[in-house]
């Protein structure tokens, strides 16, 4: 003879168990996901007028990311509501501990180190938009050795 609370609890687990195998929410989240990644990558190869655009668009598509991730797949959209909250609290200290970075930086004069002078740094152009692609500058201190230049 099962008593009422293993009834409760095996009721429960039922519920939670149905909910947790539908398998058309984790197909469009999973859908969701990819779409957003090819939005992320697209995103990444468009350089906006300021660099901090690029970084609050990939840090917003990165949070709905997350919060689809949590919801779905860490099943918070079926849970406890103080777990959502606790998740929630999660994510606005990690916003408050990103403003308080972006705020520093932005209150610098000069990023550069002051023991790097300013010509030895290359200067950005619109045609690098990939710096792993690019050469490495030349230093004056880097000369090519006479026989190894181009051949012709």
Request: charged residues 5%.
């Given at each position: 003879?099962?008593?009422?609370?293993?009834?409760?609890?095996?009721?429960?687990?039922?519920?939670?168990?149905?909910?947790?195998?539908d398998a058309g929410v984790f197909l469009r989240t999973l859908i969701a996901l990819l779409?957003?990644?090819?939005?992320?990558?697209?995103?990444?190869?468009?350089?906006?007028?300021?660099?901090?655009?690029?970084?609050?668009?990939?840090?917003?598509?990165a949070t709905i990311k997350a919060t689809l991730v949590a919801l779905f797949f860490m099943h918070l959209a079926h849970d406890k509501p103080v777990n959502g909250i606790i998740a929630a609290g999660g994510f606005i200290f990690l916003g408050l501990f990103l403003l308080f970075v972006f705020l520093d930086v932005g209150s610098r004069v000069s990023l550069l180190p002051e023991?790097?002078?300013?010509?030895a740094q290359p200067t950005p152009t619109p045609t690098t938009l990939n710096p792993l692609l690019t050469p490495p500058p030349r230093f004056p201190a880097q000369t090519t050795p006479a026989g190894e230049g181009e051949r012709k």
């Open positions: 003879m099962t008593s009422h609370n293993e009834h409760e609890t095996t009721a429960g687990a039922h519920a939670a168990h149905d909910i947790s195998h779409i957003l990644t090819v939005i992320t990558v697209a995103a990444a190869g468009v350089h906006f007028q300021s660099s901090s655009t690029n970084v609050v668009i990939a840090l917003t598509i023991n790097m002078p300013a010509m």
